[in-house]
């Protein structure tokens, strides 16, 4: 089984940074994937951003040139730095993990969720 645990979220005034952590353990083999997505209540999850474990990342539009997707295949953890926060990145942020668990065997993980806040 794997786990993946989530940090960072909280309150912070528009304008403003957070980095969210999202740390994987357990059964790993290897790490194919991991990004961030977001719901707010009543809307399907969206994806944020996401990286491979070759280095390659994706950013949802609205996030471009404000969040930074990194992660370090050695502690087995993706970051989310967000700058230049806005209140309409208020929701929860969740961490998705796709982990091949065996050789040949993938298989998807989320995180628990944090929330991020951002005041006006």
């Known amino acids: 089984q794997v786990q993946l645990v989530e940090s960072g979220g909280g309150l912070v005034q528009a304008g403003g940074s957070l980095r969210l952590s999202c740390a994987a353990s357990?059964?790993?083999?290897?790490?194919?994937?991991m990004g961030w997505y977001r719901q707010a209540p009543g809307n399907q999850r969206e994806l944020v951003a996401s990286?491979?474990?070759?280095?390659?990342?994706n950013y949802t539009d609205s996030v471009k040139g404000r969040f930074t997707i990194s992660r370090d295949l050695g502690k087995n953890t993706v970051y989310l730095q967000m700058n230049s926060l806005k209140p309409e990145d208020t929701v929860v942020y969740y961490c998705?993990?796709?982990?091949?668990?065996?050789?040949?065997?993938?298989?998807?993980?989320w995180g628990q969720g944090t929330q991020v806040t951002v005041s006006s």
């Open positions: 998705k993990a796709v982990i091949y668990t065996l050789p040949g065997v993938l298989s998807v993980y």
């Open positions: 357990g059964r790993i083999f290897s790490m194919k994937a």
């Open positions: 990286i491979t474990s070759g280095g390659s990342t």
